[in-house]
């Protein structure tokens, strides 16, 4: 039995590389595909149960009321859902996952291509009754997933967890994480960091974006999340998640992400432009008379490198603005030559010789400036 489910893994492994090689495709399409996956279902899978109370429920009323906001609000948007109603997909537990995957893979979903992006949504559960927050986990490993985050996550089914401790499984998982850096990893990330940022913005304590290997994001071949919008454990955040208010605050931060995460993709490879999203812009920013000498653009030296992009936008603003929260003097601007670009005033914070390196200092930066990003640049400006 362990051969095969090596074998499995290996196959998917393989077929995800094939239509990874096809990201540029995939990633900007004229119009986009969002996959919503209420998570659960079922007589067989109906997740935490609490004050008479089913996560596959909160799941689902969740993933109508996104879904509804997308359509309504997102005309370019195509949404999909992996399930509209209390139905399992498989009486076995690994097919059910697959399924849902298979249904955010295939061109066959009614709008003739895949998915553009993945959100898988639940609701969490803890042992201590006081933990609160929210969660979103992208594919990847962590201190965690021997244990399968055994205090937060042990309501839910062991089984949606790929078995690290498995040699075999686990170089096969570790290798396709690899894979990841090149071609969705870093859209997940940006994609869970713009949700976290959005649940704090209506008050919900961020509990931070996290890396698991779950099966459900190791089989979906897109940028993909797995979401989780509270504790069921805690009686506050339950009412408050089984509100019609909770519901749609919820719904709505989703909403405000999956619209901000598809202008950062359109900025990174649509025109050239950089992610409207990085950071929010300050309202109708004066033009500044006279820039200080940081603040203008890089000079166009013959070298070339790596640096991190945290914002871009419409109009130029000074350094010294608030919306660089200290980090101004580290702050290079540079210029896009696209007179047609909707964001051309890119703002970038240090000089790498190796992408590594500018990952590492993404990593931090992401802290203040959630959707920072690691670009190239040459002889000044910022290329593709």
């Known amino acids: 039995m362990m051969r095969g489910l090596v074998r499995s893994v290996l196959l998917l492994f393989l077929l995800a590389m094939v239509y990874n090689a096809a990201m540029g495709e995939n990633v900007v399409p004229r119009r986009k595909v969002v996959v919503i996956d209420a998570g659960h279902g079922g007589p067989k899978f109906p997740g935490a149960h609490y004050n008479g109370v089913y996560e596959k429920t909160l799941n689902l009323q969740i993933a109508l009321r996104l879904g ?40 066959k979903n009614g709008h003739a291509r895949r998915g553009d992006l993945f959100i898988s949504i639940h609701a969490n559960a803890a042992r201590d009754l006081s933990v609160t ?20 996550l042990f309501a839910n089914n062991k089984e949606e967890f790929i078995d690290m401790a498995d040699a075999k499984t686990a170089a096969v998982a570790r290798a396709y994480i690899q894979n990841l850096q090149f071609t969705y990893g870093e859209y997940s990330e940006a994609m869970a960091r713009i949700v976290q940022k959005n649940y704090t913005a209506i008050g919900r304590r961020s509990r931070g974006v996290k890396h698991q290997p779950l099966k459900v994001l190791y089989a979906t071949d897109m940028p993909s999340i797995l979401t989780e919008v509270g504790f069921m454990s805690n009686a506050k955040e339950l009412a408050y998640m089984r509100s019609e208010k909770g519901q749609t605050e919820l719904a709505r931060a989703l909403y405000r992400s999956v619209k901000e995460y598809f202008e950062f993709v359109d900025g990174v490879l649509g025109n050239g432009e950089g992610p409207a999203a990085a950071a929010e812009p300050a309202a109708k920013p004066a033009e500044p008379a006279a820039q200080p000498a940081e603040d203008k653009p890089a000079a166009e030296e013959a070298k070339s490198g790596y640096t991190v992009q945290i914002m871009a936008l419409a109009k ?33 914070i240090g000089e790498f010789a190796g992408a590594d390196d500018a990952r590492k200092e993404s990593e931090k930066l992401r802290r203040t400036f959630p959707g920072a990003f690691v670009v190239k640049y040459a002889d000044g400006k910022i290329v593709k």
């Open 68 to 107: 509804k906001m997308i359509e309504e609000g997102m005309p370019n948007v195509d949404v999909v859902y992996t399930r509209k109603s209390d139905i399992q997909l498989s009486d076995v537990l690994n097919l059910d996952l697959q399924k849902r995957a298979s249904i955010a893979n295939d061109d």
């Open 133 to 152: 927050g929210t969660e979103t986990l992208i594919m990847g490993e962590s201190t965690l997933e021997t244990s399968r985050n055994e205090e937060v």
């Open 316 to 348: 130029r603003i000074s350094t010294d603005s608030k919306e660089f929260r200290g980090q101004g003097k580290r702050v290079k601007l540079y210029v896009s030559e696209d007179k047609k670009a909707r964001f051309p005033y890119r703002y970038c």
